[in-house]
């Protein structure tokens, strides 16, 4: 509980993203973010909402805690899709959080795996990876590096 009160604040976001999946592809995208996070249920929730001034969607995240798995539940919801039906499931270890869901990318089954990590009081970092081949490699794909705001 409490392992994401670190993100509570206003926070600017450079996000990187791979331009095409499991292609073997080193072109990224790059592109501003602003994301608020508030923390609810006395650290065992967490929300955050981030705009993307030069996308077309913009996003949301719930985070919940579950006491007796000792475990997150990350849900992602994308301002033109809705809500993902497959939330990514983990913890912190260390102060680096890692998440894992089974999912599929363009109809073909993946294993996915969100990391929190190099978090401080100023900056932290998500990051987003696929797997296509049962966790023997991982392809990351989306990279947001936050710096506080407020």
Known sequence: MN??????????????????????SD????????????????GAGS?????????????ATVRVYDAA??????????SARGLDPVPVVGRFTDGVGVFYADDTD?????????TWSRITPESC????AFSYDGESTWETNWIMDFTRVS
């Open 106 to 114: 363009d109809g073909r089954p993946i294993r996915v795996r969100f």
């Open 3 to 24: 392992d994401f009160d670190f993100f509570t604040g206003a926070w600017d976001v450079v996000n990187r993203r791979l331009l095409k999946r499991d292609a073997g």
């Open 125 to 128: 970092r998500w990051e987003q």
């Open 69 to 78: 798995r000792r475990e997150w539940s990350l849900h992602w919801i994308n």
């Open 47 to 59: 929300f955050d909402e981030i705009t993307f001034p030069t996308k077309e969607f913009d996003g």
């Open 27 to 42: 072109e990224w995208e790059e592109f501003p973010g602003r994301s608020v996070a508030h923390g609810f249920f006395g």
